[in-house]
């Protein structure tokens, strides 16, 4: 719901106001409601998504298959891809720069997550061992 709100209070007023003022002393700007409600709904989704990036690496860092250190490391990495993820639902550059810095902020509190809770759980089932007359 954060994500939604978030892409409904800050990204869609400021990508709408680019857009439609983006040559408008060259052109006269028609909405079709089609187009908006695709914009709108498209971009809504994807900040809805993009607000689940700490749980999901959480997950993956309690099932032990990436760390905080990992993490660490990869994060050159992480800024293109939330370029790339960003760039995705909008058209603008104002929309993509506007979901681009939540993503990074996301991607440091998964880390600080990761590094917190992200210990894997250790496992309940001990090896069965043995009687001492079975070897």
Sequence with gaps: MAGVA??????MPAALKFLLHFNADQFRIEIRASDYYSFASQTLV???????VPVGILALSRLGIVSAQKLRKWRRYAIVVN?????????DPVS???EMLPLLA???ISITLAAVF?????SLARPAQAPEGYR
């Design 6 to 11: 978030f892409g409904y209070l800050l990204v």
């Design 46 to 52: 994807a900040c809805g998504i993009v607000f689940r």
């Design 83 to 91: 370029a790339v993820i960003a760039m995705v639902p909008g058209v």
């Design 96 to 98: 993509m720069l506007l």
């Design 106 to 108: 996301l991607y440091e």
């Design 118 to 122: 992200g210990q894997p759980a250790p």
